[in-house]
């Protein structure tokens, strides 16, 4: 037997209205099986077993589950077939709903003609109970378990009074049952914790199955998409170094060829320009190694020392004050939280604010201004770099972080650069459960601003900084 037959999909589907049609589908070939077993359990009972049972009432009701079955299998193909979005969640609902109510309403009869309340197959009605809490939310199911109860108890009194004719399981039970008070409530009652007890286990589970479906489907999106960063940082980063190696070669190959008849001016022109390049791939590869070390320790736990950002930030502008004379602009320290303390890793917590400063330096005209300041911020400190440069086109502002991706106007003011810098920056920052943000208008300047949360406590692996020379 086809195992999707018994077991409905769990995949995830494009809508809740589509995973509910593609159920309601099982429901109806779970039905198929159903009437065949009924006719087979019928037969079986009256000629193998030799409980007398009313065969020409049970197999017409046989025949109305076929062809009833018919039209629920007719109507969902009809609602699949219409344009996506057509059907609602709602109608979806009442096609599952009036498929359980059927299957209810046809589960007593059948009780009905072959022992009501002494027939112990009563107990199937938590087959379609189970059914209603994987299609349905969890309050429709108690609905259609207390509408089973109904229905049976409904039929279970009706024959106590004689308002129905009880048809007797002649060859099962010695003695008829089905004016026994006592009977009646006991299987009544069991009837009821089985149907409502299956209905809580039921609607449970389904639900902690959903979350664990969402879950996963939401696991796999970002796994697809890692993996698609992961190819377009492949391809990008080939293409980084094949541009250099090309150069490379191209100026080796002309060398090769003409070196005789070259000047020694344009032999060291050649030499400088290789050597060049040279510099540019070993650089794009130190942050690359640098870049896949910061992300390889995601999941550790570094050693980490408790550190003065203001100290840190003072050496760091220092650095770069004769770059900034040089081009003759005013580089302005307010450095305000000197006792400020995070825990960090000495070389990449100078790497983060050396880029931010270099940057602003480097992309702000002669004479401009360029100010380095910190602050306390609650429980965090604040470290902002704002200058008067050439600011951010609007346009790359969303892909500033990318790996590889420099802004157009930098590049036309800087040839060389490897697109980087601020991806191992924002993976520090982040590392460091820390926060970076900027604010840029084009031909006006950009501000950048990192949070690091204050240093309240000692850490498990942090340790003194040790004094540099």
């Not at 059907?87 to 009501?116: I, K, P, W």
């Amino acid at each position: 037997m086809p195992r999707r037959l018994l077991v409905p999909s769990i995949e995830p589907f494009a809508s809740p209205v589509e995973g509910l049609l593609a159920l309601c589908r099982w429901f109806i070939r779970l039905r198929w099986l159903a009437a065949l077993a009924l006719f087979g359990i019928v037969g079986a009972t009256r000629w193998i077993v030799g409980i007398r049972l009313p065969l020409a009432q049970l197999f017409c009701l046989g025949a109305v589950l076929v062809c009833y079955n018919i039209l629920f299998k007719w109507y969902n193909e009809s609602l699949c077939a219409r344009p996506h979005g057509a059907v609602s969640r709602r109608a979806a609902e009442h096609f599952a709903n009036a498929q359980v109510f059927a299957d209810l309403l046809c589960m007593t009869v059948l009780l009905h003609f072959s022992g009501g309340v002494e027939n112990p197959l009563s107990v199937f009605y938590v087959f379609h109970v189970i059914i209603a809490s994987v299609v349905l939310p969890r309050r429709q199911s108690y609905g259609h378990a207390a509408v089973a109860l109904g229905l049976f108890a409904a039929l279970v009194f009706l024959e106590y009074a004689g308002a129905v004719p009880h048809y007797q399981l002649e060859g099962y039970l010695s003695w008829p049952q089905y004016q026994n008070g006592g009977f009646i409530f006991g299987h009544l009652g069991a009837l009821a914790v089985t149907l409502f007890v299956s209905a809580f286990m039921a609607t449970s589970i389904v639900a902690r199955l959903r979350e664990r479906q969402t879950e996963l489907a939401a696991t796999t999106g970002r796994l697809t998409e890692l993996e698609a960063r992961k190819s377009r940082f492949m391809r990008v980063a080939a293409h980084q170094l094949r541009s250099p190696l090309s150069a490379i070669h191209s100026l080796l190959a002309i060398a090769t060829r003409s070196y005789a008849g070259l000047t020694e001016e344009k032999r060291l022109d050649m030499i400088r320009r290789a050597e060049n390049r040279t510099r540019l791939m070993l650089d794009l590869l130190s942050e690359l190694l640098a870049l896949s070390r910061l992300r390889d320790a995601r999941d550790q736990k570094p050693e980490r020392a408790l550190m003065t950002l203001d100290e840190v930030a003072a050496r760091v502008v220092a650095l770069f004050g004769a770059q900034a004379e040089e081009k003759r602009q005013t580089l302005d320290v307010r450095l305000a939280a000197p006792r400020a303390q995070i825990y960090a890793e000495t070389e990449q917590l100078r790497d983060v604010l050396a880029n931010l400063v270099s940057n602003a330096i480097k992309y702000t005209p002669e004479g401009g201004r360029v100010t380095v300041a910190s602050r306390t911020d609650e429980a965090s400190v604040v470290f902002e770099v704002t200058d008067t440069g050439i600011g951010i086109p609007l346009e790359d502002q969303p892909h500033l972080f990318e790996e590889f991706f420099r802004a157009h106007n930098a590049r036309a003011l800087f040839h060389e650069g490897t697109g980087l810098g601020l991806s191992i920056v924002r993976e520090i920052v982040e590392a460091y459960d820390g926060q970076i943000a900027f604010d840029s208008q084009p031909g006006q300047g950009t501000r950048f601003t990192v949070t690091f949360p204050l240093a309240t406590c000692p850490l498990p692996g942090t340790r003194n900084p040790e004094p540099e020379s």
